[in-house]
């Protein structure tokens, strides 16, 4: 249980100064948080597997990554201002599990981009982006996430549920598939995301229960919550240019060949919860554009302009 | 039967027999009630301490400049809710509640640090709190972990632990942005310079102005001045700050062969005794903050017991039929 | 109480905190929290399961995952026990500490940190 402490124990505890003028840039995987990052690191550069177009593996790399990265600092906003400590904690390891598989994916994209000879439809600007780069010098239009990810949802925590049960129950049907991607940096993603997804489905799932079925006023605002965001859940089910290419050459998972499995799952819950499938239109798209095509809701620009300020303040510095 | 007096005596010689062995006192025991009550406030407020201390460095969670580094303050603030868990807990061992003592911070009754009435204005400031602030916080607490009161003394060994990170992980930003571009290097000094003094102060007045510092130390509440922590703090930090190439801005802050330890200024003790009063430049942000978390979260905190009441009646239920 | 002289220590822990002249609180209220919980954790195969801390939580489901985020953080420990801390029974340090139980002090019995981890230096 203090895995993540053994190294503190080789010193002495009353010294630990000590350790400081020692202290170099090397990553400790505390900081990494999450056992498998490391493993992954050394896949990123494999090779772009047999005829798959690298262009096309990168705008794949970065849908997934983006939709993590992204709903990874949509739950960050929590920090501080959950409904109770234990949440806090299990908020900021849900934070820190996607933000842990977003790095490895935009690492891999930055990687695959650097070594495509064509420049992909997403507009990639340079050659070899790092992680970094792509997360904080792309305008909006460049990001590949789903709308459902970028949903803000000002505090309340039946949205925040709500964004989190669909969100989980997608993207866990999603990596279930790409355990056997012949990409063997997303099947690792996959391997661990699995594990990682299957808990924050669980919360969040236990939550909705929880919500609907707790009091009035908890069971209104679950509903309400599920209302307002269903217009985005037709979205993750629709299938891009790339995914079709990509399901061909045996990388990627075609969406929509998750819905039935969501389906079921949300239908579980919500039945159990005592809460009502909402029926609503579905958002529309933009001559036949969304997210994955780089069109997204008016939040998204707000995101950008807080998360890649500092890093835009000042090109060329290292952190 | 012995009358209640003397078993009173008997036990407070017990007590008393078990803190001068340097052994330490359990939930259970018996205890003065001043050596309780001095506990819970203290356990209490470096609980609080805590919870509010997140809020500084949550200020930069959204705008962390590298993904590594936002995954860093993210696990480092998470960290921080997990001690003021930790602290809660045994601050219940010694009979209040978590909800009661979490309504005295909001409605002013008990305090917190006021290092962390201070606000975070660049990211500097997360790279200068890991080091001199989470650096005092070490100072003060390592001490705790040999604290007479078992609970709180448990929870401290695996607070620093922790800490111990945290305080290498705000070095090590500081390093790389010393060695990084005239911006940073120049957002780093600005940011050391508003931070030395309030970090000083961190340790309390001095010695001759803390009347219960006495009895404390008695109880094994205390194991060391506040100037003895001050002068370690200080003595550490100064070759620190030489590593970094950072200047403390002190001009009296020089090494003194006699005492063989480092003589510095006095704080400006006028501006603690005001942030510490409330006056301080986000005292009043911090508590709205914390009480609008709370109250925000009443609803679903009774939903989760509502619906854990019905689970239970449901069951009660089925095991009847 | 004759507290009136505001005392500060330094090992308030995260910083200076007064030691006098604020209310320590007595426990006069009704408990409106989640119930207290011990988290009891097998670090791994062949060894006990350990005192580890506490929590809160609505009911032993969340008890149990709470357990998993804050004391095991990610999937070191191999079990998690948790138990209601008013469901434990504990023996009595001295028979006759009734007689001395301050009143309305119920959570006096509860064994928080009973046990102490074993990779705990210092102790």
């Known amino acids: ?319 | 039967m012995p009358d209640t007096d003397e078993l009173a005596a008997g036990f407070e010689a017990e007590f008393e027999r078990t803190i001068a062995a340097d052994q330490r006192i359990e939930p259970r025991d018996w205890m003065p009630d001043a050596y309780r009550r001095t506990l819970i406030r203290q356990i209490a407020q470096h609980a609080h301490s805590e919870i509010i201390g997140m809020q500084p460095e949550g200020n930069w969670i959204l705008r962390a400049p590298s993904l590594r580094r936002k995954a860093i303050l993210l696990a480092k603030v998470q960290d921080e809710a997990g001690h003021g868990m930790y602290l809660y807990a045994a601050a219940e061992t010694l009979g209040v509640d978590r909800e009661e003592l979490t309504e005295k911070l909001i409605d002013s009754k008990q305090k917190y640090s006021s290092i962390f009435n201070y606000p975070t204005l660049s990211y500097a400031d997360i790279g200068v709190i890991g080091w001199l602030v989470d650096g005092a916080a070490i100072c003060n607490q390592v001490p705790l972990c040999r604290c007479s009161y078992g609970p709180y003394a448990r929870a401290m060994i695996r607070i620093c632990k922790e800490e111990s990170f945290h305080q290498r992980q705000g070095y090590e930003l500081l390093l790389a942005m010393v060695n990084g571009t005239e911006a940073q290097r120049a957002m780093v000094q600005e940011s050391v310079d508003r931070w030395w003094w309030p970090s000083l102060m961190m340790f309390g007045p001095p010695d001759a102005d803390s009347p219960n510092t006495q009895q404390s130390m008695a109880w094994g509440i205390k194991r060391h001045t506040n100037d003895e922590l001050r002068q370690r703090f200080v003595d550490m930090t100064v070759p620190q700050a030489a590593a970094l190439g950072v200047t403390l801005p002190d001009p009296d802050l020089r090494w003194n062969p006699e005492r063989q330890a480092h003589d510095y200024g006095e704080p400006d003790w006028e501006e603690f005794k005001a942030v510490l009063a409330g006056s301080g430049p986000t005292n009043a942000q911090r508590l709205a903050h914390r009480r609008r978390a709370h109250e925000n979260g009443a609803w679903v905190r009774e939903a989760a017991q509502a619906y854990a009441d019905k689970q239970a009646a449901r069951s009660r239920k089925e095991a009847a039929a | 109480m004759s507290e009136d002289v505001t005392d500060l220590t330094a090992e308030g822990g995260r910083g200076a905190v007064p030691t006098t002249g604020v209310e320590a609180g007595a426990g006069e209220r009704k408990r409106r929290s989640w119930p207290l919980y011990e988290v009891f954790v097998r670090g791994k195969r062949g060894l006990n399961h350990v005192h580890v801390g506490s929590l809160h939580a609505a009911d032993d489901e969340m008890a149990l995952h709470n357990a998993r985020d804050v004391y095991t953080r990610r999937n070191e420990g191999v079990s998690i026990w948790v138990v209601r801390a008013d469901h434990i029974t504990a023996s009595s340090p001295a028979e006759k500490d009734p007689f001395f139980a301050p009143a309305g002090d119920k959570v006096y019995r509860h064994p928080t940190f009973y046990a102490i981890p074993e990779e705990v230096p210092h102790l």
Not at chain 1, 148 to 170: H, K, M, P, Q, V
Not at chain 1, 286 to 309: D, F, K, P, W, Y
Request: charged share 25%; net charge negative.
């Open chain 1, 1 to 319: 249980m203090s895995g993540h402490h053994t190294d503190v124990e080789e010193h002495d505890a009353t010294n630990a100064y000590q350790s400081l003028s020692q202290t170099t840039a090397v990553d400790d995987p505390r900081w990494a948080f999450g056992t498998g990052v490391e493993d992954v690191q050394a896949e990123i550069t494999s090779p772009v597997p047999d005829g798959v177009d690298p262009a096309d593996l990168a705008a794949y790399c970065l849908m997934l990554g983006d939709d993590a990265l992204i709903c990874s600092h949509r739950i960050s906003e929590w920090v501080s201002n959950a409904p109770e400590l234990e949440e806090e904690v299990a908020l900021a390891n849900t934070a820190l599990d996607l933000l842990g598989q977003a790095r490895v994916l935009l690492a891999r994209a930055g990687h695959v981009e650097g070594l495509g000879s064509t420049a992909g439809s997403a507009g990639s600007a340079g050659r070899g982006r790092d992680e970094d780069a792509l997360a904080y010098l792309r305008t909006e239009s460049q990001f590949r996430n789903v709308a459902l990810a970028e949903l803000g949802d000002e505090l309340d925590f039946a949205r925040a549920i709500a964004r989190l049960l669909i969100f989980s129950t997608w993207r866990l049907a999603l990596l279930h598939r790409l355990l056997g991607s012949r990409d063997p940096v997303i099947a690792a993603v996959a391997g661990k995301g699995v594990k990682e997804l299957t808990y924050h489905r669980d919360y969040a799932a236990r939550w909705t229960l929880r919500l609907g079925d707790g009091t009035d006023e908890s069971h209104r605002r679950m509903q309400a919550a599920l209302d307002a965001i269903w217009p985005y859940v037709e979205e993750l089910f629709r299938t891009s240019d790339e995914e079709r290419r990509l399901v061909e050459a045996g990388v990627a998972v075609d969406p929509a060949q998750t819905r039935a499995e969501v389906d079921a799952v949300l239908d579980e819950v919500l039945a159990k919860a005592t809460l009502t499938r909402p029926q609503r239109p579905a958002i529309g798209t933009i001559g036949g554009r969304g997210g994955r095509q780089g069109l997204h809701t008016e939040q998204l620009g707000h995101v950008l302009a807080e998360m890649q300020s500092l890093a835009r303040q000042h090109p060329g510095a290292t952190w």
